[in-house]
């Protein structure tokens, strides 16, 4: 009886170090989170500005309304690539902001960070589960990059 106690006590206090090294790694991955999406937002904040770059002018006929957004606009390469997705998002941005070249980069980083989230708390470990026994909620993400 004395050693049934015992090994009560033993797997309780086990479940309290797990319980708090897992909060404790919780709070690490949110805290990180966090920080480097705010350094993010002041650095796009810091050195981002309001003119276009490099090979950011093709977009500025369409953000001026001088570009129709058609089909053969949306399918036009684009340094040997085809990005209507990009450039229909680049447009609704820029009608939101009125034409505020630093809108993309905000939603970058807007973007990336939610990606990280998801990604983050679908590795979460099941509650009421040892520590070692889980496995990714989205094993086929393991090596994507940039939420592909």
């Known amino acids: 009886m004395a050693q049934e106690n015992l090994q009560k006590t033993d797997t309780s206090f086990q479940q309290k170090i797990q319980s708090k090294f897992q909060r404790w790694q919780t709070s690490f991955v949110w805290v ?3 920080l ?3 350094g993010a937002l002041g650095f796009v904040r810091h050195y981002g500005y309001n003119v276009p770059r490099w090979d950011e002018w093709h977009a500025v006929p369409a953000l001026t309304g001088n570009q129709k957004l058609d089909f053969t ?3 036009s390469l684009h340094n040997e690539h085809r990005i209507p997705l990009p450039k229909v998002v680049l447009r609704i941005l820029g009608k939101i902001t009125h034409g505020d070249s630093r809108a993309g980069m905000y939603f970058n980083v807007i973007a990336m960070a939610g990606l990280a989230l998801v990604y983050a ?3 979460a470990p099941p509650r009421r589960r040892p520590i070692g ?3 990714p ?3 086929g993400w393991r090596g994507c990059h940039d939420g592909c």
């Open 32 to 34: 990180t989170w966090a």
């Open 36 to 38: 480097m999406f705010l």
């Open 73 to 75: 606009y949306l399918w």
């Open 121 to 123: 708390q679908s590795m």
């Open 133 to 135: 026994a889980w496995t």
């Open 137 to 139: 909620r989205f094993p």
